[in-house]
């Protein structure tokens, strides 16, 4: 059963608009919940985790355990924030990531 | 430090042949992971190990194996090389008793023809 959901495989917005990529997941544990992301030629890397609550070059994401999501928003998409995104989600006492199918963002210039 | 280092990071195969991917971290991270990631399907997990000498299968662990012999090296050996095994391979390691930044390897492009 898939853990973490990301409905857009791919999403294009312009420069200077808002953006959210959307990730939902499946846990009845109290959820630890990531944002990973893959630039171009670049290893995949951690963006944010939602313990910290910070702003990593902009984006936020708020974990919502009502709707189970963990939304990643940014005010106003810039052209180097082009990548792959992936939701992660972690349980288990192997700290087993799973992470979701990814969303492929493109900034329009 | 070099992190994650993944040898090779291409290669290609023909079906039935075997071969091992090499992962070597030098973080003194206990936990280790392996990944496949697939266009369109995300990552995903195929083996971990929180130790040397201690495995454990992932999502999709069949038509691989592993060893954790050393903390620092988590080998992945295909048997029997199949075309569904074409895919590329990560290799991400983590301190134990964080939940915190998965460190990843470049990555291995295999190609089973």
């Known amino acids: 059963a898939q853990r973490v959901t990301q409905p857009e495989k791919l999403l294009s917005v312009f420069k200077g608009a808002p953006v959210e990529l959307k990730c939902n997941y499946s846990y009845s544990g109290s959820p630890e919940l990531f944002w990973y992301v893959q630039y171009s030629r670049q290893r995949l890397q951690l963006l944010l985790r939602h313990i910290s609550r910070e702003s990593i070059k902009g984006f936020t994401a708020d974990l919502n355990k009502g709707e189970t999501s963990f939304h990643l928003k940014k005010p106003f998409a810039q052209e180097e924030d082009s990548a792959m995104y992936y939701c992660?989600?972690?349980?288990?006492?192997?700290?087993?990531?799973?992470f979701g199918t990814g969303t492929s963002l493109t900034v329009i210039p | 430090n070099a992190g994650v280092t993944q040898t090779p990071k291409f290669r290609i195969l023909k079906i039935g042949q075997s071969m091992t991917l090499q992962c070597a971290q030098d973080?003194?991270?206990?936990?280790m992971y392996w990944y496949r990631q697939d266009p369109g399907m995300g990552l995903k997990l195929i083996y971990y190990s929180v130790g040397a000498g201690i495995t454990d299968k992932g999502e999709v662990p069949n038509g691989y194996n592993v060893s954790r012999s050393t903390t620092e090296d988590f080998p992945l050996r295909l048997e029997l090389a199949a075309p569904s095994q074409t895919s590329v391979y990560f290799c991400?390691?983590?301190?134990?008793?964080?939940?915190?930044?998965?460190?990843f390897g470049e990555g291995s492009r295999l190609t089973v023809l």
């Open positions: 973080m003194n991270h206990n936990y």
């Open positions: 991400a390691s983590i301190p134990s008793g964080e939940t915190g930044e998965l460190f």
């Open positions: 992660a989600l972690v349980i288990g006492s192997g700290n087993q990531f799973y």
